[in-house]
């Protein structure tokens, strides 16, 4: 089986059902439960004999090793991650101890499980880290896209401490032989995803009649990836990918946030009509060192690997809007009064405040 952390998060619990949809090798989830974890969204397998969940933390040694020998899985593929920057702005060193420290502490007791292993199964075994485009900081509007071979510049506590996951598995690769794979990706949308970030956080609270808070300008560039994209992209780079390599995965949808906010307020708007979302829109104080701009040239991938994007980000926002509004008890459930304090914390003292 292939041991997956951070299962119960959004991109891990996409990639989780389409690789069960996929394959007959099972899985072995890990996660710690942190707030943005919904174990319920894999509730489908939990009569799955190839699915196995385990609570656990990254970051407990005995643990992990724990399972490494119980379950002698044949590669790793590790999302586990604090991964919001607003959170990061707010409180770092819970970045800092799961995304560096966390990662750390997984690449240590795979390292061990690893090289105890027969020489042939030592050649095939694999770690997949996932990481971000945001640990190459900040493009201008007219510079080229980020590509392998981009310069580390993260601008944010959080994109920091990803920088720091990653190299921490290059190093593991470089000094142990550790067969790591890493993987860049844009900003991803797509179902299942807390909404703490843009695209579900906007659905949410349009549907519920609340601004759609809208940093700054809205001119923020990002490039959109589809999760289930990205969770095929990774599977390609488990399959095929060569150790040591750096590979980016992007959406070809550059887009404005502003422009998602308004595409997200007409395609609701003709689901539910006679609402105009777009009056909702209100402008608030941006966030401290927003990165004005990001975008993926995927092109190794394409060229290596022969993957790129099935989704286009027209068709992929229309389905990920059907699916929030199709699944209202779902999004109902992950609103916890925990979540409701952090957007209080976040947005409160923004909202209302007019954009410099």
Request: glycine share 8%; net charge negative; charged share 20%.
């Amino acid at each position: 089986m292939i041991l997956v952390t951070g299962g119960c998060g959004f991109i891990g619990s996409n990639f989780i059902l389409d690789w069960l949809a996929e394959h007959e090798e099972g899985v072995l989830n890990v996660d710690a439960l942190t707030y943005a974890a919904n174990p319920k969204t894999l509730a489908s397998l939990a009569d799955d004999p190839r699915y196995v969940f385990v609570r656990a933390d990254i970051g407990d040694r005995a643990a992990i090793a724990a399972l490494f020998a119980q379950y002698r899985p044949r590669a790793v593929v590790h999302f586990a991650a604090e991964s919001h920057v607003d959170r990061s702005i707010h409180g770092p060193l819970a970045f800092v101890h799961t995304n560096v420290l966390g990662t750390a502490t997984l690449l240590e007791a795979c390292r061990a499980h690893w090289q105890g292993l027969p020489a042939a199964e030592r050649a095939a075994f694999r770690f997949l880290h996932v990481s971000t485009d945001e640990v190459f900081g900040s493009l201008g509007p007219n510079e080229p896209r980020f590509t392998e071979a981009s310069q580390y510049q993260p601008n944010s506590p959080y994109s920091a401490s990803k920088a720091g996951s990653d190299h921490l598995a290059r190093a593991y690769f470089h000094t142990y032989g550790l067969p790591v794979l890493v993987t860049n990706c844009s900003n991803n949308y797509g179902p299942r995803q807390f909404p703490e970030k843009l695209i579900p956080l906007m659905i949410v609270n349009a549907l519920a009649g609340k601004p759609l808070p809208v940093y700054g300008d809205g001119h923020q560039v990002r490039d959109w990836l589809y999760v289930s994209d990205h969770c095929s992209a990774i599977r390609r780079v488990l399959e095929a990918g060569r150790p040591g390599e750096l590979y980016l995965i992007g959406g070809d949808a550059e887009t404005t946030n502003l422009d998602v906010v308004h595409t997200l307020c007409r395609l609701l708007g003709e689901r539910r009509p006679g609402q105009d979302f777009a009056a909702q829109i209100t402008h608030v104080a941006d966030r401290p060192g927003h990165d004005r701009r990001y975008a993926i040239d995927f092109s190794k991938l394409e060229r290596e690997l022969g993957w790129r994007p099935r989704e286009s980000f027209a068709s992929g926002l229309a389905r990920t809007v059907q699916w929030y509004l199709d699944h209202a008890e779902w999004v109902a459930e992950v609103q916890s009064g925990a979540y409701r304090d952090w957007v209080d914390k976040n947005y409160g003292a923004r909202l209302g405040v007019a954009a410099s």
